[in-house]
């Protein structure tokens, strides 16, 4: 019998897939102008300048999605210690007193005259990547508990330079995309419950170490007792949601975006979307990124390949989970913390490193439907 190979050309790989993200991004310019010409032009003189900075993230995010797409997925398995170090030195970098740039009392952008990156965007896609080379490499080994330590040590260390910004939104994402890694790899329950414990005790001792995130508890569950201070942000957001009714007052004619609500463009651009296009508006939104998530979904489960599978499934758990906690802070469901609705909220470290992170995804689709045999 012959010995067989296997030819890996790149094919079309999931267009919807790939349609759905482009769509959702071009969305997403749109939004951030709606929401920002306002502000941008009594901050900066230029109602475009949001929306010119997100029109350049998208057009570079573009790019980078469908170049990354042409590499075979298996290549990155060599970049997840290398991808894990560089985060954890950027977040470090934050720190250095001229370098690190400050904002409403946190630390999380490191900055060259105009030009700023957040590290934490991109310390996520990097954590995915270490997990999930770490994990292809021997996988029955490494779904123990003692066996997972190196990843969970990672994650920790990641979301402990995160939470000294401080920035309490990304560390719970970060940590709840650290177990879901921990669980697509197949770690046991026993296991799994060990380390989820911990990790929902951590959370109420982290709120209760700093008066900031208590006064934010406190809004949240009465924003009416502080309108004008702690609960302000939220009551306007709430104003959005309940202004757009079923139908929306039309795109770019929301109120709550003239100085209403603060972070219209980027963290709470979600309550601009419902005061603009309404109930069916969100609807649709979330539509996509459901189809979005449900296709990531199954382009992992389709892959075949252990790594390609991890790659995939982690990358687009980091978005599902990051929309989900977006949308529950701009609804009041969870209290109010810093974290953008990824593709849609202005940001170009969000906006790039998420389209660069479903390129991935997208390759994973395009090596996976082009295998076979060659006698």
């Given at each position: ?9 790149a ?15 071009a ?15 009594v901050q ?6 949001f929306?010119r ?7 570079i995010?573009a790019?980078?999605?469908v170049g ?14 290398p ?14 007193p001229g ?40 996988p ?6 003692k ?5 969970i ?5 990641v ?17 709840a995309?650290m177990?879901?890694m921990l669980f ?12 989820c414990?911990?990790v929902?005790?951590?959370v109420?001792?982290?709120?209760l ?18 309108p ?23 795109l ?18 979600l309550?601009?979307?419902a005061?603009?296009t309404?109930?069916?508006?969100v ?7 459901g ?10 489960a389709?892959?075949?390949n ?27 469901c ?23 992170g479903?390129?991935?995804?997208y ?11 060659i006698q």
């Amino acid at each position: 019998m012959k010995r067989t190979k296997r030819a890996d050309a790149a094919g079309k790989g999931d267009l919807l897939f790939l349609a759905a993200v482009l769509l959702l991004a071009a969305y997403g310019v749109v939004c951030v102008y709606s929401a920002s010409s306002y502000n941008a032009e009594v901050q900066y003189g230029d109602s475009l300048f949001f929306f010119r900075k997100q029109l350049i993230g998208f057009l570079i995010g573009a790019a980078a999605m469908v170049g990354i797409s042409f590499l075979h997925y298996e290549k990155f398995s060599k970049f997840g210690l290398p991808a894990l170090i560089v985060s954890v030195v950027l977040l470090a970098l934050v720190f250095i007193p001229g370098l690190g740039k400050s904002n409403y009392g946190a630390t999380r952008w490191i900055g060259i005259g105009s030009f700023t990156i957040q590290p934490s965007e991109i310390a996520k896609l990097g954590f995915v990547l270490f997990a999930a080379g770490y994990f292809a490499k021997d996988p029955a080994r490494m779904r123990t508990l003692k066996g997972s330590l190196p990843v969970i040590g990672a994650g920790l260390a990641v979301c402990v330079l995160i939470m000294l910004e401080p920035n309490m939104s990304v560390t719970m994402c970060v940590g709840a995309i650290m177990i879901g890694m921990l669980f697509l790899a197949g770690i046991s329950k026993k296991a799994l419950a060990a380390i989820c414990i911990p990790v929902l005790l951590a959370v109420p001792a982290l709120i209760l170490m700093e008066p900031y995130r208590l006064q934010r508890l406190s809004a949240f569950m009465d924003p009416w007792a502080s309108p004008k201070e702690e609960g302000y942000q939220l009551i306007q957001s709430l104003y959005g949601l309940s202004n757009g009714n079923l139908f929306g007052v039309g795109l770019f004619h929301s109120r709550q975006k003239y100085r209403f609500l603060p972070f219209a463009e980027s963290d709470f651009i979600l309550s601009v979307i419902a005061e603009e296009t309404g109930f069916f508006g969100v609807l649709a939104l979330f539509l996509l990124i459901g189809l979005i998530v449900w296709r990531g979904f199954r382009i992992a489960a389709r892959c075949g390949n252990f790594y390609g599978f991890l790659l995939a499934g982690g990358i687009t758990l980091a978005f599902a989970v990051q929309c989900a906690l977006n949308a529950l802070v701009v609804s009041g469901c969870i209290p109010p913390t810093g974290l953008p609705l990824p593709l849609v909220s202005a940001g170009n470290t969000s906006l790039i490193v998420t389209m660069a992170g479903m390129g991935i995804v997208y390759g994973v689709s395009r090596h996976t439907q082009t295998k076979k045999l060659i006698q």
